[in-house]
């Protein structure tokens, strides 16, 4: 049986594996947002916090030791709110307006030879997947008139 938190941090971490960091998408979604600070916050959490409680023990001692840990703590919890903020986002269904759009662009990548298979209703890790596809796989006419 696996924790319901450590299956939104995996779907966290899939959902900013599969989501294309791409300029045209900044102004549209959070997510590249998001992914590029969790990203940056995964290499740099661990360094700072160990840091901090060097400093904080130079400067303070033994004394210091639970103000310390809840410092470090928190810079260490940095990454894994930015997971939990892409699993969450990644299970949410899209409103109907990304939705349409969503259906738009499926349905002109199918008309270009691009099968998709999902005929469920769409989520954001649907849309990273259509949109990933579209990047990868589309001609760069086709991107900017949907970009």
């Known amino acids: 049986m696996t924790h319901p938190q450590s299956s939104i941090l995996r779907e ?5 594996d599969i989501w294309p960091v791409r300029r045209e998408l900044y102004a549209m979604f959070p997510e ?7 990203r940056f916050s995964i290499k740099i959490a661990p360094p700072i916090a160990v840091s901090l409680l060097v400093a904080q023990y130079l400067f303070a001692g033994i004394d210091a030791l ?16 930015g997971l939990i ?3 969450v986002r990644a299970r949410q ?18 008309g270009a030879g691009e ?3 999902n005929n469920g209703q769409p989520r954001y890790r649907e849309l990273a997947q259509l949109l990933d596809r579209a990047f990868n796989h589309m001609d760069k006419a086709f991107t900017e008139h949907w970009f």
């Open 66 to 81: 639970v103000p310390m840990l809840a410092v470090a703590a928190f810079v260490l919890s940095l990454p894994v709110q």
């Open 85 to 87: 903020w892409l699993g």
């Open 93 to 110: 269904p899209l409103p109907p307006a990304t939705r349409n759009w969503f259906y738009q662009i499926k349905q002109k990548m199918r």
């Open 32 to 38: 590249c947002r998001i992914i590029s600070a969790t």
């Open 115 to 117: 099968f998709s298979a």
């Open 12 to 16: 966290g971490q899939d959902y900013m």
